[in-house]
């Protein structure tokens, strides 16, 4: 929404501000100003001159040298390209020193342009006469300028006036944002009371007076609404005699400074009203209303209309139409038919200020593709007892203006009038909500600068209809607020029952996962909710993976945007491959997000949104060094049991021969693998990666942070090494499990030193080392509890094939 | 010679030698050679039995006398020649400190993360429990509950992305307001950062998948200066103790009275710059009172019971605090962007 200041003054006369003062000031108090331009900030020094000779140039023969009186004791010659100027002609001229906003092609210089006397040609020339364009405006807006050439005033501009202020080019046009609640303020009239009760002055609303002759509308056009909930008023009246021609410049520049092209008397008063009230209107050539009837009712499935903008629309059952007698002449609310149109034979105009319901002009709009200055003000609820004040206000502009003969009355069709909205008045609740001190009267006064009026019978604050945001105390109390200033309302601290801050078990879990990847060397990343399903394939999920079976969104942003994610890994090999295109060495990254599974398909409940901690790598480190990660994480996480390690082909992403399922107590918590050379190549990663996923609410059983001290070993230890010939398919994992299960009580430690296969060591085997450390708690350890359990590890190893190198 | 004159001889021959012995093995040859099992002192001591019972006494204590000589000798000088040694080694083994040091690899934490800690660690200061709610929501709690019915503009204005009629992706954390006041466990200070959705083309300013933090306290006796005194508080402590706030009415459809808060510029003090536009202020959430008619659909009592909402971009907050001038960056994990964290 935009108005220029000289409009708001003339609501406001004695509103003396600057712009920026104005701009504060109407912010603060709730209507909030996002910007303004200042018309006239780049124009300086810009009179009006009457040209009074005319020369020839002696050595140009498409320059002028022009005698422009310009109200000083001196002519000034001024030389000019300029075809369409003549003697006697009133001009701008811009005078020695002065500034304008641009060139007349049209194009702003930020800063505006100097103009110097200088010479042309030879010539003296002292300023310059300005085209629309070079004051920084254009035809559009003032369309009686010429399309090419100075522009020439009216005759009874005063010579040595200033110019600026004749077109009107004093101004400020502001831009507001208005917050949905205050569709009252999508008017002029609207924000005028607004910064009349900001500033504290009168406001004056214009004063409607109802025009028209003896006739009676009625006698003119009928009105049927068949539909009253999605046509809550429709307001008719009759103009006859129309004479189309240009509308006054006053009309002109109000509407050119909203960023509306002046056309004609009849379209630019619907178009001033509009934006005076905020009552979009709709003019309709009588004679092409069939049966001089207006039927309102809903259009017919698959019913196709042609706008006025030539388009054929097809219609449903939701759309709601305007019909005469018998064919629709416009889509309600949003644009009239070119069956109907205005044009310049039109004789007898139909008026039209309706309410339509403005959740389903929002959704028509957007059915047929068709948005409007109009349906964009209708689809926000419009007051109906607006649509009589606009009607009359249009009519009587036709009268003034004289563009026609008003007929008598109006043809009404308002079911349901809409009666104020009484709130009981509660100074004592609103100071307790607002943790103020401010009187009852003071209260009342601010209310009654809104038009919200104290009723002392009832106790009650009578809010006019246009107002369909007060309903409550709140809403009072914001009132009160915004105009005592929410800058002068103290500043304080809850009081009441202390509460203790603190994150939940799951965050610290995210916490040490966080802490834990990053001293390893991981950065955290952040990836998308949603992907595209085509990352299924390029993962090689099977088609029966249940991994596919995606929540769909319904209205995306694409097909790449367009499931939630069952996997986190694709945006991790997305990432990865994102730094190994650009060359990014030795790159770790990890992500805490999550994966959404869902129960059933299509949705009937909130799917399972599980937590993953997802870490990545390429460069330096291996399959290892990704399970000492994950195993640093159990370890901080307080998950202090080893961790089983199942290899697996479960995961058709991973490579075959190097993926692990991690189980904790029995458990699946993670898994683990190098990333499947093919699945590597197609996201563009040219070397290993390595990749592991833990799913963080399989862990949080397991996880805790109840440490206890066991104190420190005070018998010493003994180290056994046990070197091996081990068949090839027994994995460490068995061989450790056996040392665990038969070392007991006293085995401390574990670990393998060597792993060697080659040439050395026969066929089908490989030569394993491993170092055992033994250790009693409460006594030396003698030689002989070292050689019983050393016999028993011993024994159980050969159980597996394995053969004890001495 | 006699036993005294062979130990004074044996004695000064000692005292020579350790004198000029060059090195700690030089000094461990001489004290082998007298004070060692074959040497010479040991050998004196052997022929104890030669000397007269009567002078034993006498010759025993010369004896260790000479040995303690020669020993006290020994140690000063190896002392010494230690001492010199390590001034030796100290003198060549001088580093270039100002070599590049070993570095720690270790990873970069998102500027989201950041953020997100340092906004929770203010607000778990003050009390706030840090809650979280599902990012796929029932329309129920995204909107009606917030008192934004069927039909509202707020919910196209909101470009929702759906999945069902009823199910969608959160627009905003402010449903786990409705959540948790729905609990009825009162007084209610709490947090609610989390991913939130709205249909916008990703560019440098926009993102399909953002971040917000939510506030909540409900209690009674909760007042606007009470909203006021902690974003002021909150707002100092995150962006310093000379920053400023300014409330500017606003609507919400679930809190009223509503408010929009600016904080003046940190980069430019107030003085306008390219940050703020040249304002000096810096829009950097919006806030409420609780709706009464939100707190009644979640069954509090809006009579007994008030409170205020707020709700914050963490990625504004990132964006403006770590001057990242492209929202892009957040998501593409480059670590030559992370590592700058």
């Keep these: 929404m935009n108005t220029s200041l000289s409009w708001i003054k003339m609501y406001v006369p004695d509103l003396d501000v600057t712009a920026q003062g104005y701009s504060d000031a109407m912010t603060l108090s709730g209507t909030k100003v996002e910007g303004y331009q200042r018309l006239d900030a780049d124009l300086e020094n810009i009179v009006v001159g009457q040209i009074k000779k005319i020369e020839k140039h002696p050595d140009a023969d498409k320059l002028i040298v022009c005698q422009v009186d310009v109200g000083q004791e001196q002519p000034v010659q001024i030389v000019t390209g300029a075809p369409n100027v003549k003697e006697g002609d009133k001009i701008p001229v811009v005078l020695d020193g002065g500034r304008v906003a641009g060139g007349h092609d049209g194009k702003v210089t930020p800063g505006g342009i100097k103009i110097k006397k200088g010479k042309l040609r030879g010539v003296d020339s002292s300023g310059m006469m300005c085209s629309i364009e070079e004051l920084g405006s254009s035809r559009e807006m003032y369309p009686e300028a010429p399309e090419y050439g100075i522009y020439i005033f009216e005759d009874d501009v005063p010579v040595g006036g200033d110019a600026v202020k004749i077109l009107g080019l004093d101004d400020v046009i502001f831009e507001y944002e208005i917050t949905s609640n205050r569709v009252d303020c999508y008017s002029v009239v609207g924000i005028a009371r607004e910064a009349a009760a900001t500033f504290g002055k009168e406001f004056k609303p214009p004063v409607v007076k109802a025009v028209g002759n003896q006739e009676d509308a009625a006698d003119y056009i009928r009105v049927t609404v068949e539909d009253e909930q999605l046509c809550p008023r429709y307001c008719a009246r009759v103009v006859k005699n129309v004479k189309l021609g240009p509308s006054p410049k006053w009309m002109q520049r109000c509407l050119a400074a909203n960023g509306i092209r002046p056309i004609n008397n009849l379209v630019d008063i619907t178009n001033y009203v509009m934006e005076e009230y905020g009552q979009p209107m709709h003019a309709y050539d009588l004679d092409t209303i069939e049966d001089a009837h207006i039927v309102v009712r809903r259009a017919e499935q698959g019913e196709e209309f042609v706008t006025l903008d030539g388009q054929t629309r097809i219609m449903d059952e939701d759309v709601l139409m305007i019909c005469d007698g018998r064919k629709p002449v416009g889509v309600a609310g949003i644009m009239g038919g070119e069956n109907s149109m205005i044009t310049d034979q039109v004789k007898t105009v139909l008026f039209e200020a309706a309410c339509f319901d403005g959740a389903n002009i929002r959704k028509s709009a957007k059915r047929i593709g068709l948005r409007t200055d109009a349906s964009g003000k209708f689809e926000k609820g419009l007051d109906p007892n607006n649509a009589q004040a606009a009607i009359d206000r249009a009519c009587q502009l036709m009268e003034e203006l004289g563009a026609g003969e008003v007929v008598g009355g109006m043809v009404d069709v308002y079911a349901q009038k809409r009666e104020p909205v009484r709130v009981r008045f509660e100074p004592e609740k609103i100071n307790a909500l607002l943790g103020t001190d401010i009187s009852k009267e003071e209260m009342l006064k601010f209310l009654d600068k809104v038009a919200l009026r104290y009723e002392e019978s009832t106790g009650e604050i009578v809010a006019p209809t246009f107002r369909q945001d007060i309903h409550c105390m709140a809403d009072l109390a914001e009132e009160v607020a915004r105009f005592y200033g929410y800058d002068k309302i103290s500043t304080t601290l809850p009081t009441g029952e202390a509460t203790t801050g603190r994150i939940s078990f799951k965050q610290r879990i995210e916490q040490v996962a966080r802490d834990v990847a990053e001293y390893c060397g991981f950065s955290q990343g952040m990836c998308y909710s949603f992907e595209s399903p085509k990352v299924f394939d390029r993962l090689r999920l099977p088609e029966e993976c249940p991994k596919r079976r995606a929540i769909r969104i319904l209205n995306p942003l694409g097909e790449d945007f367009s499931i939630m994610r069952t996997l986190s890994v694709n945006g991790m090999l997305t990432s990865l491959a994102t730094n190994h295109n650009r060359r990014n060495k030795n790159v770790g990254l990890y992500e805490l997000g999550n994966v959404y599974l869902p129960k059933e398909l299509p949705l009937q409940e909130l799917p399972d949104e599980r937590m993953q901690f997802t870490l990545g790598m390429y460069g330096k480190g291996d399959f290892y060094t990704m399970k000492g990660v994950v195993e640093e994480f159990f370890e901080k996480a307080g998950m202090r049991k080893k961790p089983v390690y199942e290899p697996s082909t479960l995961y058709p992403y991973l490579h075959p021969g190097r993926q692990a399922v991690v189980c904790y107590e029995g458990k699946e918590v993670a898994y683990l693998g190098e990333v499947h050379p093919a699945v590597a190549a197609s996201y563009g990663i040219g070397e290993r990666a390595y990749l592991a996923v833990v799913d963080i609410p399989s862990v949080l059983g397991f996880a805790g942070f109840d440490y206890k001290y066991e104190g420190i070993a005070r018998y010493p230890a003994v180290t056994r090494d046990i070197s091996m010939v081990v068949p090839k398919d027994v994995l460490a994992g068995q061989i450790e499990s056996v040392i665990a299960q038969r070392g007991g009580k006293i085995l401390e430690d574990l670990s393998l030193f060597d792993i060697y296969e080659g040439k050395q060591i026969k066929a089908g085997y490989k030569s394993m080392a491993y170092s055992v450390t033994l250790r009693a708690k409460d006594r030396t350890l003698e030689e002989k509890d070292v050689s019983a359990v050393m016999k028993k590890i011993l024994h159980g190893l050969e159980g597996l094939g394995i053969e004890l190198r001495s | ?341």
């Design chain 2, 1 to 341: 010679m006699s036993m005294k004159e062979k130990l004074q001889k044996i004695r000064e021959e000692a005292l020579e030698r350790i004198q000029s012995s060059d090195g700690l093995e030089q000094l461990n040859d001489v004290r082998v050679a007298y004070l060692g099992k074959k040497g010479q002192l040991t050998a004196v001591l052997k022929g104890m039995k030669d000397v007269a019972a009567e002078e034993r006494p006498a010759v025993g204590q010369l004896v260790n006398d000479t040995r303690a000589h020669i020993e006290d000798f020994l140690e000063e000088t190896k002392a010494r020649m230690e001492q010199i040694l390590q001034e030796e080694r100290l003198r060549e083994e001088v580093i270039d400190v100002t070599l590049p040091a070993a570095k720690m690899e270790t990873g970069h934490r998102h500027p989201n993360t950041i953020a997100l800690e340092e906004v929770q660690r203010i607000f778990i200061g003050m009390g706030y429990e840090v809650v979280e709610g599902p990012e796929v929501e029932y329309d129920l709690y995204n909107f009606t509950n917030l008192n934004i019915p069927e039909d509202h503009p707020a919910k196209d204005e909101q470009d929702t992305f759906y999945i069902s009629k009823d199910i969608v992706l959160r627009t905003q954390t402010s449903p786990v307001q409705a959540r948790v006041m729905e609990q009825g466990k009162l007084p209610i200070r709490m947090i609610a950062p989390g991913r939130v959705f709205r249909s916008d083309e990703v560019d440098a300013t926009h993102s399909p998948s953002f971040h917000q933090i939510e506030g909540l306290v409900v209690d009674k006796n909760i007042t606007f200066a009470d909203l006021k005194g902690t974003l002021e508080g909150f707002a100092r402590q995150l962006f310093g103790p000379e920053t400023e706030t300014k409330f500017r009415p606003h609507h919400f459809p679930f809190t009223e009275p509503s408010a929009e808060v600016d904080v003046s510029c940190f980069k430019c003090k107030g003085s306008g710059c390219r940050f703020c536009k040249g304002s000096g202020w810096i829009e950097i959430l919006g806030c409420g009172m609780v709706h009464p008619h939100v707190l009644e659909m979640c069954g509090i009592d809006p009579e007994e019971y008030t409170g205020f909402a707020f709700g914050v971009g963490l990625e504004r907050i990132a964006l403006l605090k770590y001057e990242i001038d492209d929202m892009r960056l957040l998501y593409e994990n480059d670590v030559r962007f992370l590592r700058q964290f």
